[in-house]
């Protein structure tokens, strides 16, 4: 055990100092110390500034724009924001929201925890309102700033549940990631809109030095790939092309914003006559490409690599303006600030260069406007949501159909139509967790003060639920109201009650018998990674598991269980989200100190091979004589097949997919003659009891057969190496006869021999353990590959992939590697290539440990992995290091492999 060091004590400045990390969030809003030198008069400025700043972030709570804005369903869109870690979604929002004040610093709304800034990294979904005015119509946009880390992916799949659309960012260094990949098939399993948002393309340029063409290309390997993910996932789903305008150029740091729409708008040129004089169109397309006059493009084959016309349409302009922006004329530049008036905006005169590259490209691009328009032209609001939600009733009025008319029908429907939906996603714990927030859109109606209404989780519990009071929120900032329509989104405070996410609110008990909203499978998680914690003072016990409740109400990203011990278990996804779990309940939901204990990993007993000999079992006193044989289920070929079939039917066909049906297929499949008695099913495996013959009608047999069965689900929940659960066997029983006639029969000694008999017909053939895998993805410089590797040495990791990513200096490095290896790999990579690697990483399934786990002769005792496995594990369990073999292997067994081969 060793002490986790991160909390502090519990006196009063640390318990001050951890109340400011959430208080921060969500009351005071603390603004970046001022530079010491600025006159008082620039101060004063400034802080002006400040203040429209602060207007122009939460105009939108102004109380005169929500009337106005929240009414009209149609003008509201909720849109999430994803991708891998660091290719800019927190920086995309920001600069839309703030772009227009070049003196603030960005993270004014980005990173306001301070772990988050430290990290760098969204660590807590952000919601982010704004409402912008056009054509005396206000158009109110909920935009979702999910967390990057792919520990955190639970977060953005919860967000997608309420989401209209998503704006996928692809970093144009690193291109089309593993997350990506896996954010792509989430929004289509869900039949989400996507737009696709590559980010940080002025590195392409300062960074890169990419010439034209080249960029053109880069940008067309990434669209390719993600391209390619949509082929391969058989989905119907447009492909992602220029032309067809669900593609987006952008650099968030000078204000670029490009589809084919803005491209065209530009070209019939619609910016103000001022930049006209500066950048007239002859020189923002050369004259050779444009006919002056008639506004006409044409594509110039003379030139070399410009063949496609979006190359000196598109991007030949985007370099030009760049090249103007970094002087390559001082005094035009010097006569541009005159005479646009760009110095008036600004402080001092020394202004950095940033500056004017964002107002010359946010006046030629018009910035964070064209972002509005374009989202508000692609996103369709809250449809699909809608479709939903009268998929559903109909459902329901087809149901009593039967007991009303037609007219009764449609009466029923209408009144279910105003029905209230509220879909909660988050919880945001406030004040020391005492207590939440809960975040979520309403689907359906009209939210007043004090509704009575129910609330519903995936266990089908029904709480009452009386609303009190609810907020708007933008970044955190509250803003209390009365009512709200369908369409927006709002955070309801809630006392204790609600305990799991995601959650339904309805205003009947009975109006969905399952949740038409959000698909199990979507938030199907497992959890390979576990630690084991206690409180440094055993009498804190009960103050670290209320924590540990508060924390779990959060987040879906780790399970946790108490243990008879008095320590709990956690598990997670990843060492990321156990991290993380470990300082929230320390410093926040129970203020204290924990021991944590060593990384550990589940593992699964199995196989390799189907036994030779039959396991033999007398139990004495019933006088019942046994006799099994293990088989190994091999269904890792059939498997795709089914799973594919099943996966293609819907929600309520869904629930067939782990049923009997499901099994007698697999089964069937696997050339299973047999008459099948009992099945179990575990994390996706199967264990199949069955008869070899099936001519066992013996009475005496069938009254001791549900016995049996019982005992052979018990055997599998622990085998017998290391007490792990057994997977992928079939247990087939060869014969089983009453010596002689019954007298009477002894349930728990027929059950234990049985559970005996399961245990050495495992171990007799040949067994093996399973432990968990991760796939991870590094992105990193070509220069430190090298050092991955040999990091990746030491680690048992599988090299799937490596290749350099097209038009950059970075190298793309896909490995298999096992859980519990990861262990610091991410510290470890980060620290040698001085944090310029990205690295994703998901769990990716079970595979064989190499090794013999119960024998351990002298000429493989070096690298038997398995056994050691086996040993600690058992350890742990505070079992001897051995398994006792005469305990579970009759003495006839032993006669018989001697003798009777
Ligand atoms: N050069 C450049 N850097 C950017 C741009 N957008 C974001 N970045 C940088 O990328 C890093 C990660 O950005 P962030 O928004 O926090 O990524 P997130 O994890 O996806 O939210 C930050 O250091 C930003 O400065 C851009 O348009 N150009
Ligand atoms: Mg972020």
Not at 257 to 278: A, D, G, Q, R, V
């Amino acid at each position: 055990m060793k002490e986790y060091t991160n909390t502090g004590t519990l006196n009063h400045v640390s318990e001050q100092k951890f109340h400011n990390i959430y208080e921060k969030k969500f009351r005071n809003f603390s603004f970046q110390e001022e530079d010491s030198n600025i006159t008082r008069e620039n101060r004063k400025k400034k802080s002006e500034l400040y203040r429209k700043f602060l207007f122009s972030l939460f105009s939108s709570i102004d109380e005169f724009f929500i009337y106005k804005m929240i009414d009209n369903e149609r003008q509201i869109r909720t849109i999430s924001v994803a991708g891998s870690i660091n290719s800019g979604k927190s920086s995309f929002l920001t600069s839309i929201i703030s772009f227009n004040s070049p003196y603030l610093k960005d993270s004014i709304y980005k990173h306001m925890r301070t772990d988050e800034d430290i990290m760098k990294t969204t660590i807590i979904m952000t919601p982010l309102l704004k409402s912008i005015r056009k054509n005396n119509k206000y158009n109110t946009y909920y935009f979702l700033d999910t967390p990057g880390h792919s520990n955190l992916f639970q977060d953005f799949n919860l967000a997608l549940c309420i989401s209209d659309g998503v704006i996928i960012t692809i970093d144009s260094i690193e291109g089309v990631t593993l997350q990506t990949k896996k954010i792509i098939n989430s929004c289509l399993y869900t039949k989400k809109k996507i737009f696709i948002l590559i980010t940080k393309i002025d590195r392409l340029i300062s960074e890169l030095r990419l010439p034209p063409s080249t960029f053109y290309d880069k940008i067309q390997s990434i669209i390719f790939d993600v391209n390619l993910i949509i082929k391969n996932s058989n989905k119907k789903q447009d492909y992602f092309s220029f032309s067809k305008s669900n593609i987006g150029i952008l650099s968030a740091e000078i204000g670029l914003f490009l589809t084919s729409e803005i491209l065209n708008k530009l070209y019939h040129s619609i910016y103000p006559t001022i930049f006209k004089l500066f950048f007239p169109k002859e020189w923002i397309w050369h004259t050779e490409n444009f006919i002056v006059g008639k506004n006409i493009l044409k594509s110039n084959p003379k030139e070399p690599g410009s063949h496609n016309p979006i190359i000196f349409f598109a991007i030949i302009p985007i370099y030009k303006l760049y090249s103007f922006c970094l002087s390559e004329n001082p005094l035009k530049i010097m006569q541009f600030i005159h005479k646009t008036n760009f110095s008036n905006t600004l402080l001092n005169l020394n202004f950095p260069l940033k500056n004017l590259m964002k107002f010359v490209f946010k006046s030629v691009f018009d910035y964070p406007q064209s972002t509005y328009e374009k989202f508000s032209e692609y996103f369709e609001s809250s449809k699909h949501l809608n479709q939903l939600f009268t998929n559903s009733m109909s459902k329901q009025s087809s149901k009593k159909s039967s007991i009303f008319s037609h007219t009764a029908k449609n009466h029923f429907y209408d009144k279910y139509m105003e029905k209230k939906v509220f879909l909660g996603i988050k919880f945001f714990p406030n004040s020391y967790g005492k207590k939440f927030l809960l975040f979520g859109r309403i689907l359906n109606g009209k939210i007043v003060n004090n509704d009575s209404l129910y609330a519903k989780n995936f266990n089908n519990i029904v709480h009452n639920f009386k609303i009190n009071h609810f907020f708007l929120i933008n970044c955190f900032q509250l803003k209390r109201i009365k009512s709200i329509k369908k369409g927006n989104c709002l955070v309801i405070e809630e006392n204790n009650n609600l305990n799991e996410i995601p959650i339904l609110i309805t205003e009947e008990s009975k109006v969905y018998e399952s949740n038409p909203f959000i698909d199990k499978n979507l938030l199907k998680n497992t959890y390979p990674l576990k630690i084991t914690i206690e409180p440094a003072y055993s009498m804190d016990l009960t103050k670290l598991l209320s924590g540990i409740q508060k924390y779990l109400k959060t987040s879906k990203n780790t399970i946790a269980s108490v243990q008879e011990s008095g320590t709990v278990q956690i598990s997670g996804i990843g060492e990321f989200a156990l991290n993380l779990m470990i300082k929230e309940i320390c410093d926040f939901f129970s203020l204290l100190k924990v021991k944590v204990s060593n990384p550990f990993i589940s593992l699964k007993e199995t196989i390799e091979c189907s036994s030779k000999f039959k396991s033999i079992s007398i139990a004495q006193k019933s006088r019942i004589y046994m006799e099994i044989m293990t088989e190994k289920i091999n269904l890792i070929k059939e498997k795709n097949e089914i799973t594919k079939k099943y996966l293609s039917y819907q929600n309520d066909e869904m629930k067939h997919f782990y049923t009997q049906e499901y099994i007698m297929e697999k089964v069937k499949i696997s050339n299973l003659s047999n008459n099948l008695w009992s099945y179990q099913v575990h994390d996706g495996f199967l264990n199949i009891l069955s008869e070899y013959k099936t001519s066992y009608n013996d009475k005496q047999i069938l009254k001791i057969r549900s016995t049996l069965i019982k005992a052979f689900l018990m055997a599998c929940r622990t085998g017998p190496i290391c007490m792990e659960p057994v997977v992928n066997i079939n247990f087939a029983i060869q014969e089983i006869k009453s010596i002689e006639k019954i007298q009477q029969i002894f349930k728990k000694e027929i059950s234990s021999c049985m559970k005996k008999l399961c245990h050495s017909s495992i171990l007799i053939s040949t067994p093996r353990i399973l432990e968990p895998y991760s796939e991870i993805e590094v992105v990193t410089p070509f220069e430190s590959s090298k050092m991955i590797f040999n990091i990746l040495l030491n680690r048992r990791a599988i090299i799937l992939n490596d290749m350099p990513i097209q038009g950059t200096l970075h190298y793309r490095i896909l490995f298999l590697i096992p859980t519990i290896n990861t262990i610091g790999l991410e510290t470890d990579i980060r620290y040698h290539t001085q944090g310029q690697s990205l690295i994703i990483g998901f769990f990716k399934g079970w595979y064989i440990v190499p090794g013999y786990p119960i024998s351990n002769q002298n000429n493989i005792k070096k690298n038997n992995i398995a056994h050691n496995y086996m040993k600690k594990i058992r350890r742990k369990k505070g079992m001897s290091e051995k398994i006792n073999f005469s305990n579970l292997i009759n003495e006839s067994i032993i006669m018989k492999l001697l003798f009777n081969k």
